[in-house]
């Protein structure tokens, strides 16, 4: 295994370190985001780079649950009403309209994504039509060649549905697990059995999806070592291609599900570090490489050898193959990467449905990055994704000199170094083993936005 494909568990490290941060799916964050960029600068960025003839991303927003999971600190809408999902799904349509007309049909969607909320919410004529009205505004493959993933509930998957998404053009999927352990389910409302779980992940594979992704929760109620463990050892036996291990943090007053979590239940800051620690060890153990932040994927994956190859990419779905995409956010809540910009929907479904019926794009707020930004950016995404950084790459893009532009954070990096996270040569920073876990911390050097905040907004690191 490679230097960049290594992990030291080191907790007193961890422990000095273990401060909040971004977890940078963006930069600048979603904190910088403002009203004043709208509908208007947004259609007239997207406008601008058909001119690049770069490829498109789609993610759509299903916001839908049957049932409501009291960890959850997603935007969603939680309902037993089937019948809520038309009137927002002919929005969504709309919307689609609106933005297809912004984007040369030429240009292809090399990726796509649905997510919630629970996407598999809809049922399965409105699942078709939704695909249907997709491809007619934008230029969808036929050829299996995109990354076209879906979130799954497995308690929202009936014998046709896995067939279904795979003739939709569906070759990915993520299920949503968190833990096997009954106790813990109950004590999240998050009742699922072991079988009807792993029964979606095989029913997938002898349909031929390329990749099966499982989310997992370390730090919910009732968990330990023993039990997460226990977990972790029956989903490595189904051989998934990437695993998502999410820390839970628990924060009820900005998420009101979670103020049903017992917090006296709630495991010790050791012992999530505890479990980590192990989760960590069965994993490499069982063959998978650590992408970083959260993600494990099989050295075969596609994740890990665009790791390998320096070309991984970081957005708001996570870790990403596709680096040359405009993202297209639809739906209320989505967020959108276009040209050098960030833009988001409106969260409020009546907003959203306002915006839309006046025929109006429901961007609501959104950032326009400077030279500074991209730089930046720049500089962040590739030690998030590839734990080195050579400042030669970084000179002939953005024409500067990294040790000169960057004299100030190379000075506080040195702590770092001096700690064993990083080694900084003549000529490139390269994150070591002890470093990995604390990704967010080095890349947090670099963003100037935290160095100007007067307030922390975001959750600890592990």
């Known amino acids: 295994m490679s230097l960049s494909q290594t992990i030291d568990f080191d907790l007193d490290l961890i422990n000095r370190y273990n401060t909040a941060g971004p977890r940078y799916t963006s930069y600048p964050t979603a904190v910088q985001f403002h009203e004043g960029f709208g509908a208007e600068r947004y259609a007239e960025m997207a406008k601008e780079t058909n001119a690049s003839g770069r490829p498109l991303s789609l993610y759509f927003h299903i916001p839908f649950c049957d049932t409501v999971c009291f960890y959850c600190a997603c935007n969603k809408v939680v ?47 409105e699942m078709t039509e939704l695909m249907g009205k997709t491809a007619e505004h934008f230029g969808l493959l036929d050829d299996d060649t995109g990354e076209y993933s879906i979130e799954i509930d497995p308690r929202e998957v009936d014998d046709s549905t896995l067939g279904l998404l795979r003739k939709l053009g569906f070759n990915r999927i993520s299920l949503g697990v968190q833990d096997f352990d009954e106790r813990v389910q109950k004590s999240v409302n998050r009742v699922q059995s072991e079988s009807l779980v792993l029964g979606v992940l095989e029913e997938a594979r002898s349909l031929g999806f390329r990749s099966t992704s499982v989310d997992l929760i370390y730090g919910l109620p009732h968990q330990d070592r023993k039990t997460f463990g226990d977990t972790i050892d029956k989903i490595i036996k189904v051989d998934p291609a990437r695993i998502s291990v999410f820390n839970y943090a628990h924060l009820p007053d900005r998420f009101k599900p979670q103020r049903r979590i017992d917090e006296e239940a709630l495991p010790s800051p050791g012992e999530k570090l ?120 970084v000179e002939k893009v953005h024409g500067i000199k990294f040790r000169d532009y960057f004299a100030r954070e190379l000075k506080e990096l040195k702590a770092m170094e001096d700690d064993g996270l990083i080694k900084i040569s003549g000529s490139a920073i390269t994150v070591q083993p002890a470093g990995r876990l604390l990704i967010r911390n080095i890349c947090m050097t670099f963003d100037r936005y935290l160095r100007e905040a007067t307030e922390q907004r975001f959750s600890r690191v592990i």
């Not at 038309?86 to 040369?104: I, S, T, V």
């Not at 967020?335 to 409106?346: A, F």
């Not at 915006?355 to 707020?365: S, Y």
């Open 79 to 125: 309902t037993k009403d089937r019948t809520k999902a038309k009137p927002y799904l002919d929005r969504l349509y709309k919307e689609m309209a609106m933005q297809g007309a912004l984007f040369d049909k030429s240009r292809p969607v090399t990726q796509l994504h649905w997510g919630g909320g629970t996407p598999t919410f809809i049922s399965h004529d």
């Open 274 to 393: 505890a479990m980590l620690q192990q989760t960590i060890q069965q994993l490499t153990e069982a063959g998978y490489v650590y992408i970083g932040m959260d993600h494990f994927a099989k050295p075969d994956d596609e994740l890990a050898v665009a790791q390998r190859d320096h070309t991984l990419y970081r957005n708001f779905q996570g870790y990403s193959t596709h680096s040359n995409c405009d993202l297209v956010g639809l739906g209320s809540t989505s967020v959108g990467v276009v040209g050098n910009s960030y833009s988001q929907n409106h969260h409020d479904l009546e907003k959203y449905f306002q915006c839309i019926d006046e025929g109006r794009l429901a961007v609501f707020r959104g950032v326009e990055l400077d030279a500074d930004d991209v730089l930046r950016r720049d500089v962040i995404t590739r030690l998030i994704c590839h734990f080195e950084l050579a400042f030669e790459d």
